[in-house]
């Protein structure tokens, strides 16, 4: 998918198509070349792309690259090829590696800013904590860009583009999501290096933070593991919804043991010491209480010695 076909979607009327023309490609020293800070990619493998390069005896994509100054240009798209290069010359000596094909481009506005998200997304295979940044970045450029056409695009109809432009599912997107805006910044570090798997850190971001950062801190965190304290955190947060929501029908359903009554003419006598004399109303009504209780426990135990005569 193209930027044409997203702006299509989001609803902007296109200009007529032009005939498209080659990008002029520019020769420009490896020490021109700067990265870019925001760079979220992994940049592993250098060593193993260095000596592709050689045996291919030169770099057969372009870099994407944009003007920073007189002559100085940031890396888009290509941070591993450019290091790759840097190796080739600066550790086997290689000088014939200097200069590296780049495409210059204008990346300030939304659309060029979205064609280089595109642009990476297909280079090679990312990882999972590399999609989830990719649709935080894409979700943020198409927000913006539709605003700067007076157009909006609800949350559904967010997820459905983002996944079509990046080749997955709207499952797949909403997971992720899930996992950026609610796993810890401890748990989302280990997610970043890969040492804790999707699958684990979907259900680590439907837990208590103080949970999931207790996870964090053990060395293997296992599936298994992380479903069980997500299974007893629902059945506590439950039995704690049961008990706010006891109505006066349920209280009558309860039946009392003698344990219960003692206990509890027990704490309304301590009670009664802490009401404040001057608030009579206070200390009748806990009075009537206790006496309530004390009758009620003598009755009972008259009834049982009865019975078991």
């Known amino acids: 998918m193209n930027v044409n076909?997203?702006?299509?979607?989001?609803?902007?009327?296109?200009?007529?198509?032009?005939?498209?023309?080659?990008?002029?490609?520019?020769?420009?020293?490896?020490?021109?070349?700067?990265?870019?800070?925001?760079?979220?990619?992994?940049?592993?493998?250098?060593?193993?792309?260095?000596?592709?390069?050689?045996?291919?005896?030169?770099?057969?994509?372009?870099?994407?690259?944009?003007?920073?100054?007189?002559?100085?240009?940031?890396?888009?798209?290509?941070?591993?090829?450019?290091?790759?290069?840097?190796?080739?010359?600066?550790?086997?000596?290689?000088?014939?590696?200097?200069?590296?094909?780049?495409?210059?481009?204008?990346?300030?506005?939304?659309?060029?800013?979205?064609?280089?998200?595109?642009?990476?997304?297909?280079?090679?295979?990312?990882?999972?904590y590399e999609k989830m940044q990719e649709i935080e970045k894409l979700r943020t450029l198409l927000d913006q860009y539709a605003k700067e056409n007076e157009k909006k695009i609800s949350a559904v109809d967010m997820r459905k583009l983002i996944a079509n432009i990046l080749g997955v599912s709207s499952t797949k997107i909403a997971q992720l999501q899930s996992i950026d805006r609610n796993l810890v910044p401890e748990a989302k570090e280990k997610f970043e290096k890969g040492e804790i798997p999707v699958s684990v850190a979907t259900e680590m971001a439907g837990l208590p933070k103080k949970m999931q950062r207790d996870l964090a801190n053990h060395k293997e965190i296992k599936l298994s593991r992380v479903k069980e304290i997500k299974e007893d955190s629902k059945k506590a947060l439950q039995r704690s919804e049961e008990k706010k929501n006891l109505t006066e029908k349920d209280l009558e359903n309860v039946t009392f043991t003698f344990q219960d009554v003692k206990t509890t003419l027990g704490y309304a006598k301590k009670q009664i010491i802490k009401v404040n004399t001057e608030d009579k109303d206070a200390a009748i009504r806990t009075k009537v209480m206790i006496e309530a209780l004390q009758k009620y426990l003598k009755d009972m135990t008259e009834r049982v010695d009865y019975d078991g005569e």
């Open 5 to 128: 076909e997203i702006l299509k979607d989001i609803g902007q009327k296109q200009p007529e198509k032009k005939k498209k023309t080659a990008p002029r490609i520019q020769m420009i020293h490896y020490t021109k070349l700067r990265p870019n800070p925001s760079n979220f990619y992994e940049t592993d493998g250098i060593e193993k792309l260095a000596a592709a390069i050689r045996v291919a005896g030169e770099i057969k994509n372009p870099l994407r690259v944009r003007k920073i100054n007189v002559d100085e240009y940031e890396v888009n798209e290509g941070h591993r090829r450019r290091l790759a290069m840097i190796y080739n010359v600066e550790e086997l000596g290689l000088k014939e590696f200097e200069f590296l094909p780049c495409i210059v481009e204008d990346t300030t506005t939304t659309v060029g800013k979205l064609n280089l998200i595109l642009s990476n997304s297909t280079q090679r295979e990312r990882t999972e």
